[in-house]
T-cell receptor, first 110, second 113 residues
Framework: RKEVEQDPGPFNVPEGATVAFNCTYSNSASQSFFWYRQDCRKEPKLLMSVYSSGNEDGRFTAQLNRASQYISLLIRDSKLSDSATYLCVALNTGGFKTIFGAGTRLFVKA | NAGVMQNPRHLVRRRGQEARLRCSPMKGHSHVYWYRQLPEEGLKFMVYLQKENIIDESGMPKERFSAEFPKEGPSILRIQQVVRGDSAAYFC???????????FGQGTRLTVV
């Protein structure tokens, strides 16, 4: 079983749609969680951190459920520029490494 | 404050040659991670280093691959006797500690011909 698993995708949505990405992690020792965005042939860039209380940044909302070992990312009012691969990340300080999910591709169409 | 710098951006090697990939972390960052990304695939952890120490190399192939992060200078990922299957994008990331988010360099795209 992969340490971090994500929806396989791709997600094809029209502009203005709301889309949700899900992610589960297997290591209960994971301490910190993040969502990264990666554009084609570019490096991953931090989108937002994920907290147990949930956090929101504009059209993006991230949630963490430690009991279920589940992370989510919600994008409201999708834009064409949101098209990218979204990577779920768990940081295991016990094992000293950052584990990336395989990513979920999002295509937003006009 | 410059970001994570990787060089070269593109590297072409013939089978059997050596490839050296360099990564200079962000200023003040002492933790370096290396990842490999094959075409159309996700990021795969390779190795985690702090200055002069390899902390976790569980993602490194057992042969031909090595990494270092000396007291002075950049972190180096070295691939000896490259094969076609080594062709990939190699990303380096750095963080100020092991509990903070990592920032990525632009990657080195290795092509083995």
């Amino acid at each position: 079983r992969k340490e971090v698993e994500q929806d396989p995708g791709p997600f094809n949505v029209p502009e203005g749609a709301t889309v949700a990405f899900n992610c589960t992690y297997s290591n209960s020792a994971s301490q910190s969680f993040f969502w990264y965005r990666q554009d084609c042939r570019k490096e991953p860039k931090l989108l937002m951190s994920v907290y147990s209380s949930g956090n929101e940044d504009g059209r993006f909302t991230a949630q963490l459920n430690r009991a279920s070992q589940y992370i989510s990312l919600l994008i409201r009012d999708s834009k064409l520029s949101d098209s990218a691969t979204y990577l779920c990340v768990a940081l295991n300080t016990g094992g000293f490494k950052t584990i990336f999910g395989a990513g979920t591709r999002l295509f937003v169409k006009a | 404050n410059a970001g994570v710098m990787q060089n070269p951006r593109h590297l072409v090697r013939r089978r059997g040659q050596e490839a050296r990939l360099r990564c200079s972390p962000m200023k003040g960052h002492s933790h370096v991670y290396w990842y490999r990304q094959l075409p159309e695939e996700g990021l795969k952890f390779m190795v985690y280093l702090q200055k002069e120490n390899i902390i976790d190399e569980s993602g490194m192939p057992k042969e031909r691959f090595s990494a270092e992060f000396p007291k002075e200078g950049p972190s180096i990922l070295r691939i000896q006797q490259v094969v076609r299957g080594d062709s990939a994008a190699y990303f380096c990331a750095s963080s100020p500690s092991d509990s903070r988010e990592a920032f990525f360099g632009q990657g080195t795209r290795l092509t083995v011909v």
